[in-house]
């Protein structure tokens, strides 16, 4: 019992405590500045912006939990994006077929990751960096010389219209939700969830403990590369009957910031899904609130980056605490 007090954090840990106070304030400023704020129609685009963001963050955590990083979503979810949408227009699959293929799709590429990662052993930021450029080039090569157009709706269930939800719900949110209650209790109540904090606390003394860290992290890198396929189910509902080029774009940036707002150490050994999970509500807070201001989107970025500094700021605050404690 001590010893999953050591590697584990508490249930709800300070840092969610302090983001759910965050949101709530976020909210009520929003709410008094621009009175259509707590709306339907401007609360409803925000949970589905927020679904593929945190979904793919669930994976992220588990993988930076060991340890490591995958900046090669962005061009996974684009790889995913094409392959789904050109099913959709040019083979009519049906919605379970266009779930599964992007699913498989996500898992092809997540295992490239994690096979090069685990028995490779090259650093996740190097290798992650490398297929990235792969990942890009083969979604671009996919795409041709334009978009794909004439996507029709079958993953309406997953959109932001009538169709995609219930009793007023994102039906994407709350996948999501279901997904990182699941991913939270795995990694608490689970031998094997907690090795993952075992492997980032300390790879070499979890190996002598008898967990098998190349599975382990291999199977981080897979499901990250699962719940990417998932998303790009998403990010096409999102959108119009065109899917450009752009898809994807910068979102393994705002999946990260999400991951490091909630509180998952950047050095492993401690993160909760949870705070992701909070954590790319605020960043899509901040952005639907810097949107509906008529601020300059660039200013979105400058207060997530703040956000990032001061998560980063506290994170190294509580180790340093942490460490003269055990002195």
């Known amino acids: 019992m001590n010893g999953k007090a050591r590697v ?19 909210w009520a400023a929003l709410a008094v500045s621009t009175p259509a704020f707590l709306t339907a129609g401007s609360i409803q685009p925000l949970l589905v912006a927020t679904a ?16 490591g990083i995958d900046v090669s979503v962005g061009g996974a979810i684009m790889v995913c994006s094409v392959l789904t949408a050109k099913a959709l227009v040019e083979a009519e699959v049906g919605l379970g077929v266009a779930v599964l293929l992007a699913v498989a799709a996500g898992g092809v590429l997540g295992l490239v990751n994690g096979v090069l990662i685990a028995y490779g052993r090259v650093h996740a930021i190097i290798i992650t960096f490398g297929t990235a450029n792969l990942f890009l080039f083969l979604g671009l090569r996919i795409f041709g010389s334009g978009t794909v157009n004439g996507i029709p709706g079958t993953l309406a269930f997953f959109g932001r219209g009538t169709a995609g939800r219930t009793l007023g719900v994102p039906h994407a949110f ?14 608490r109540h689970t031998a094997g969830g907690r090795h993952f904090f075992a492997i980032g606390g300390d790879a070499q003394a979890a190996r002598l403990a008898g967990v098998r860290v190349r599975r382990r992290v291999l199977l981080a890198y897979l499901v990250t590369g699962l719940l990417v396929g998932l998303a790009s189910c998403f990010v096409i509902a999102q959108g ?21 707002i909630g509180g998952t150490s950047i050095m492993g050994g401690r993160g909760s899904v949870l705070g992701t999970f909070l954590g790319a509500l605020l960043v899509q807070s901040v952005a639907s609130g810097v949107t509906q201001l008529g601020w300059r989107s660039q200013l979105s970025d400058l207060f997530v980056g703040i956000f990032i500094i001061v998560a980063v700021g506290a994170d190294l605050l509580r180790a340093r605490a942490r460490a003269r404690r055990n002195r």
Request: glycine share 8%; hydrophobic share 60%; proline share 6%.
């Open 174 to 187: 709350l996948i999501t939700a279901l997904l990182t209650v699941a991913a939270w209790w795995y990694l």
């Open 240 to 260: 119009t009957s065109t899917l450009d080029q752009s898809v994807g774009s910068g979102k393994e940036l705002a999946v990260i910031a999400a991951v490091v």
């Open 52 to 67: 593929p963001v945190a979904l793919v963050g669930v994976g992220m955590t588990i993988v930076i939990i060991t340890g």
């Open 8 to 26: 584990l954090p508490p249930p709800v840990t300070s840092q969610e405590v302090v983001l759910l106070g965050v949101i709530a304030v976020l």
